[in-house]
């Protein structure tokens, strides 16, 4: 899902040959009016707090994250519920690349 309020920056992905795994950085802007899109994938997912302080709520749990902090998210879990608690957050998203999954928010990893 695209925020126009977010960049997406890749950092692995299929331009470095990795056929299974992208990471990318996220910075968002105005981070707190939310980010409610829920979805779940395959893909197994973490999110590494970079700056910016973060509730993540999933599967019954809320897991609150800051710098240097990570959160996993595992495959198949509806996932994405957020609270920042700061106006901008960056954090890096590392998963795994799945067959059928949609392409991640911001490169289109093509499956061997």
């Not at 779940?40 to 709520?57: P, Q, R, V």
């Not at 998210?73 to 608690?85: L, N, Q, W």
Request: aromatic share 10%.
């Amino acid at each position: 899902m695209q925020n126009s309020n977010a960049h997406y920056e890749p950092v692995v992905g299929s331009m470095n040959g990795a056929k299974r795994m992208h990471v990318h950085l996220t910075e968002l802007r105005h981070a707190r009016d939310g980010w409610g899109y829920q979805h779940s994938h395959d893909a197994e997912e973490a999110i590494y707090m970079l700056e910016g302080e973060g509730e993540f709520t999933f599967d019954g749990a809320t897991h609150r994250v800051g710098p240097g902090q990570a959160v996993f998210f595992p495959s198949g879990i509806v996932h994405a519920e957020t609270k920042f608690f700061s106006d901008t957050v960056k954090y890096l998203v590392i998963r795994t690349v799945e067959p059928g999954d949609d392409p991640c928010c911001c490169v289109v990893e093509a499956l061997p």
